[in-house]
């Protein structure tokens, strides 16, 4: 099976290398303990469970593990699973890395880097550059590795770095059309919008909120650094305050969390990038996944909405 582990079928043999995403302990029926494991890699994930288990294996096969495995997909009531055949640990003689069995965006993370950093040296207000330039490189290598959601959209490796991206080519295109933008706010407010979230986020593998993410949230989170990094770099004026109302605004109503509607043009603009941004790339990846004269399965975050995939355009 060259495909990744979503596409396996009952029947196929699997050979390959799987991330142990979460191990499970329990009892069988015969007193002797097994594991639940939840393997993945960067197309999806199975569960199989592991027999007779000593110890050593408990302490071996834990969570954010990578293993090489042998075995067969199998149906079991309704739901693939795998029969594990052969298991260990991976050695120095695989050559994997995490990145290899996770999703991660399509580009690497210095083209990512440098991409972000070009928009910032285009932006020519030298207060709100310096803001942009500091927290950028405050929290550089978390934003490189970070996902911008636990689930929905760019929920995977370094998928805050990508969505950025995205939406930084976005707002090039708008800025051309509507030459009325602020670029230099536009662009900051991007780049800044949910940078936060490194520390509302546990990270790149099985991500959840962290404490201070489920009790103040990358929105607050990112104001407050921008109001404290304009009081370090001795930055006064109306900038600071712009930047800060494009954070506070961002998802647009108070319903969907944004303390503050927009209330200057490209606090609007980057609103409906962020949501523009968010709706193809949870679109795209749904339709990745479906064959050509089909629907996709329902998307939540889309009305739970369910989308065709043309066969012959």
Known sequence: MEKGIYYAKPGDKIDRHLLIRQATRGIASNGKPFLTLRLSDDSGDIEAKLWGVKPED???????????????????????????????????????????????????????????????????????????????????????????????????????????????QL???????????????????????????????????????????????????????IRQTASELKIEGEEPMLLEHLILSHHGKGEWGSPKPPLVQEAEILHYIDNLDAKMNMMDRALGKTEAGHFTERIPALENRTFYKPKNI
């Open 58 to 168: 408990e302490r071996t096969y834990t969570g954010k593990t990578i293993v090489y495995i042998q075995g067969e997909a199998f149906d079991y009531r309704g739901r693939l699973q795998l029969k594990i055949t052969r298991i260990r640990p991976v050695n120095d003689q695989d050559n994997i890395k995490m990145e290899d069995l996770v999703p991660t965006a399509p580009m690497e993370k210095l083209d990512m880097l440098e991409h972000v950093n070009q928009f910032v040296f285009d932006i020519g207000n030298a207060k709100i550059q310096r803001m942009t330039r500091f927290l950028l490189k405050k929290y550089q290598h978390a934003f490189l590795e970070s996902p911008a959601a636990t689930r929905n959209h760019h929920e995977f490796m370094s998928g805050l770095a990508y969505h950025v991206v995205c939406m930084l």
């Open 171 to 225: 707002a090039q295109s708008v800025v051309q059309l509507y030459p009325s933008l602020n670029k230099d706010l536009l662009y900051a407010g991007i780049i800044l919008h949910d940078l936060g979230k490194v520390r509302e986020l546990s990270g790149p593998i099985d991500t959840e909120y962290t404490p201070e993410g489920k009790l103040i949230g990358h929105i607050s989170i990112m104001a407050a650094e």
